[in-house]
């Protein structure tokens, strides 16, 4: 059974940084694409950062472009969200998921079976 669990959440004032961390189990991190999505309050969950089993990184929401990254450890069987320069539009709880077809990202709620329970980001002074 694949698992991910989410840590790392917190407050920040604006302009600050995090790194959120996905620690997985059930499933060799190796050969799957992690995608992160965020939902605020009152407001749709959104796809916003992915990374291939190849390193390669898919941008879905254009506002993180230059202040969020991916990296892994498949060593740890850990993801990393790292984000920087922190805005209070940035404020959601933080969700990564692993996709249905194991090595392809999406922005698509739909394509990610297995997801974490979340970890809350608030961005404020």
């Known amino acids: 059974q694949r698992q991910l669990v989410e840590s790392g959440g917190g407050l920040v004032q604006p302009g600050g940084s995090l790194r959120l961390s996905c620690s997985v189990s059930g499933f060799t991190l190796d050969y799957y694409a992690i995608a992160w999505f965020r939902q605020a309050p009152g407001k749709e969950r959104e796809g916003v950062l992915c990374?291939?089993?190849?390193?390669?990184?898919?941008y879905y929401a254009d506002s993180v472009k230059g202040r969020f990254t991916i990296s892994r450890d498949n060593a740890k069987n850990t993801v990393y969200l790292q984000m920087n320069n922190l805005k209070p539009e940035d404020t959601a709880i933080y969700y990564c998921?692993?996709?249905?077809?194991?090595?392809?990202?999406?922005?698509?709620?739909?394509?990610?079976?297995?997801w974490g329970q979340g970890t809350q980001v608030t961005v404020s002074a």
């Open positions: 998921a692993a996709p249905q077809t194991y090595f392809r990202c999406s922005g698509y709620v739909a394509d990610f079976p297995s």
């Open positions: 990374e291939s089993p190849t390193d390669t990184n898919t």
